[in-house]
């Protein structure tokens, strides 16, 4: 239902699901927890922090009283609450959720597993917005080689970390090493799902944007074009 757009009755489906696992397994246990996260993630989506915030901070409490604090079940529930507070700009406050989350990962799973990546993915992002860009960088670029050794240097599970990375160094000035990224992330999506797939809009976006601060306007113009019709193709005008 969410995926299609109908996010008042994905909400109020999640709502119901809760409601009953609250009734038949009792307010703590860990499927509750569940429940929580997925009506706080739909009601992120739709802008509501507010009402949002709570649910995560109670899923984050039965994770921990269930298995732990250092349990990797609670790892995504952290990741979870430092989203929202990111979006809220909230960055103090969550800098030492995503760190440790990434310490729980990389305790638990190892230092080169996938998870560790992505939590090193959502670090980069909160430090890039605090004006860190050396620390993001280095964030990031660790990241970049944990999927590529995980999964090879084509491949799609990559491409939010290097467009990550692309941004990152575009704040920092380094155009030439930003746009190989880019120029990498968009022939990625386009050789794994099609030139015309969704997707593909934002990395021809990113890329564009690139050229724009560069002032190369004529080359960024049929890049947006392209994009605007994948859009337009896929979503309506």
């Keep these: 239902l969410f995926a299609k757009g109908k996010y008042a009755d994905a909400t109020a489906l999640a709502r119901e699901v ?6 038949a397994l009792g307010k703590d246990d860990p499927d509750v927890a569940t429940s929580l996260n997925n009506l706080a993630g739909f009601l992120q989506t739709q802008g509501a922090y507010a009402e949002a915030r709570p649910l995560y901070d109670r899923a984050i409490a039965i994770c921990e009283k269930a298995r732990g604090r250092d349990d990797v079940a609670c790892a995504p529930s952290l990741i979870n609450l430092a989203n929202l507070l990111l979006a809220e700009g909230a960055y103090a406050e ?5 760190e440790r989350a990434l310490a729980i990962y990389e305790k638990v ?14 670090l980069a992002a909160l430090r890039k917005a605090q004006g860190a860009y050396a620390e993001a960088r280095i964030l990031c670029e660790r990241g970049v080689a944990i999927l590529e ?11 939010t970390t290097l467009n990550n990375l692309g941004q ?3 704040a920092q000035g380094a155009y030439g090493e930003a746009r190989t990224l880019f120029e990498r992330s968009l022939a990625i999506r386009e050789h794994a799902l099609g030139r015309e797939h969704p997707v593909v809009a934002p990395a021809l976006n990113n890329l564009a944007l690139l050229l724009m601060a560069e002032g190369a306007y004529g080359d960024a113009r ?5 994009g605007l019709a994948i859009c337009e193709k896929a979503f309506g005008k």
Excluded: C, S, T, W
Aim: glycine share 6%.
């Design 18 to 23: 809760l409601a009953m696992r609250e009734k």
């Design 168 to 170: 990152i160094l575009q």
């Design 222 to 226: 049929p890049l947006l074009e392209r």
């Design 94 to 98: 969550a800098r030492p959720l995503y």
């Design 109 to 122: 799973r190892g230092n080169d597993h996938p998870d560790v990546a992505g939590a090193l993915d959502k």
């Design 149 to 159: 050794k995980a999964f090879g240097k084509d491949d799609p599970r990559a491409v």
